[in-house]
């Protein structure tokens, strides 16, 4: 499967963007999806993450009341909306597939990476 992420930009704290992992290749209903993101110096980090049939997602905390990941298997595409951005959440974004049903906060374990987008947050 190739994973292609957009959506990324500039934004003002406080404000939102969506952002978009489309899949090709094979179904997306394959996979559990995840988004992880890398701030410049920094590891990249698991955002937050959905099953294949999206009755169980994970968030890490600092996003948990503030991001909502989905996805849409019809359309091959998950998604990640962002509300009230902070300046902390500057950082390239990546969508991930790990195949099968088990989901995973570990980014040694997804199989396949989008390209990332970039999100700035400016205060």
């Known amino acids: 499967v190739q994973l292609q992420a957009s959506g990324g930009g500039l934004v003002q704290a406080g404000g939102s963007l969506r952002l978009s992992c489309a899949a090709s290749g094979r179904a997306l209903d394959n996979y559990f999806i995840s988004w992880f993101r890398q701030a410049a110096g920094k590891e990249r980090e698991f955002v937050a993450g959905i099953r294949r049939s999206g009755d169980f997602i994970l968030y890490t905390d600092d996003v948990k009341d503030r991001f909502t990941i989905s996805r849409e298997n019809t359309k091959n595409t998950a998604y990640l909306q962002m509300n009230s951005l902070k300046p902390d959440d500057t950082a390239v974004y990546y969508c991930?597939?790990?195949?099968?049903?088990?989901?995973?906060?570990?980014?040694?374990?997804?199989?396949?990476w989008g390209q990332g987008t970039l999100v700035t947050v400016s205060s």
């Open positions: 991930a597939a790990l195949e099968g049903w088990l989901g995973s906060r570990s980014q040694s374990d997804y199989d396949y």
